[in-house]
């Protein structure tokens, strides 16, 4: 996913001189290609991530267009009052795009995880917040950014995850139907739709029809189709790799809340623990852990339905 979404990164600096590229602490050899191209519009400026949002913010202040790569626990922590005061109080155009979203560097411990990123990103005025599923979905979404007006988050994912999206198109602020299903909804964003997926297999084969919605924009979220799609439904499952305060849940819940629909609705938000975990496995352990699996999430919506799971 992040070769991709920098590879476009090179391909819109090609197409548009306005696109400049900031990266921090990336490594040798990245982009290389268009470092040697377009030098005057390629930055490589080492472990200062303040620094960083507040020199991608003056180049679009002056009419730039700004591509900002670095290690996403250390953008939204590290920078957060840059990201603020210096990108989304002016409506700069600038693309933060976060390596490592949510567990991806587990292993590293509580430092390098990003798992309140959502939360805090949705909160700002003129963010706009993108959570995408695969690479290939990278590929579609990338295009998409260079004309946008205002800030933009892009988190990646581990890489060389599997490819579960299937659009042809992508366009900010919608969302992505993967199946319909009137006894119970299934929303999430990002690397989790292949568990949700795979939930609505084993929900199937249980006689449950859930359908599966898929938010690759948090911020602004596609209401009408969330709404629209609870309203039919017994129950609603949220899915996120984020802490279940503030993130995709809470913004799913606030609006369920607000459209006070006519028929009772059951609600879960299945998510990372408000807690900083002891456990140091792998990202899947986490996953497990916390039911971000496709048996985690079955047994969540068939515990909202009041049904316990059939035993082979």
């Known amino acids: 996913m992040r070769k991709t979404c920098l590879d476009h990164v090179y391909k819109l600096a090609c197409r548009d001189e306005r696109v400049v ?104 005025p003129n963010m706009t917040v993108l959570v995408p599923a695969d690479a290939e979905e990278m590929a579609r979404l990338m295009p998409a950014t260079l004309d946008h007006r205002g800030p933009l988050f892009i988190r990646l994912a581990k890489g060389y995850d599997p490819v579960v999206t299937r659009e042809e198109t992508f366009e900010i602020g919608r969302a992505y139907s993967y199946r319909e299903g009137g006894d119970a909804l299934i929303v999430g964003c990002g690397v989790v739709l292949g568990p949700m997926q795979e939930a609505a297999k084993r929900l199937a084969a249980q006689g449950v029809e859930a359908g599966v919605l898929h938010l690759p924009t948090i911020k602004p979220l596609d209401a009408e189709a969330v709404l629209s799609r609870a309203a039919r439904a017994a129950c609603v499952v949220t899915v996120e790799e984020n802490t279940v305060l503030g993130g995709l849940g809470g913004a799913v819940a606030e ?42 999430i079955a047994a969540a919506v068939l515990g909202l339905l009041g049904r316990a799971p059939n035993r082979p």
Request: proline fraction near 3%.
């Open 21 to 124: 590229f900031i990266g921090s602490d990336l490594g040798a050899g990245v982009l290389d290609q268009f470092r040697r191209e377009m030098p005057e519009r390629f930055f490589m400026e080492g472990i200062a991530e303040g620094h960083v949002v507040g020199m991608a913010s003056g180049l679009a202040h002056e009419g730039k267009i700004v591509y900002l790569n670095t290690i996403q626990s250390f953008l939204t922590r590290r920078c957060y009052e840059q990201i603020v005061l210096d990108a989304c109080l002016h409506n700069l155009n600038v693309r933060f795009i976060g390596n490592g979203g949510g567990m991806v560097y587990a292993p590293l411990g509580p430092t390098h995880w990003a798992t309140e990123d959502l939360s805090i990103l949705r909160v700002i």
């Open 255 to 296: 609006l369920l809340a607000e459209a006070c629909l006519e028929r009772p609705l059951r609600f879960k938000r299945i998510g990372l623990e408000d807690r900083f975990s002891k456990h140091y496995g792998s990202q899947q352990d986490h996953f497990d852990r916390v039911g971000i699996s496709g048996e985690g």
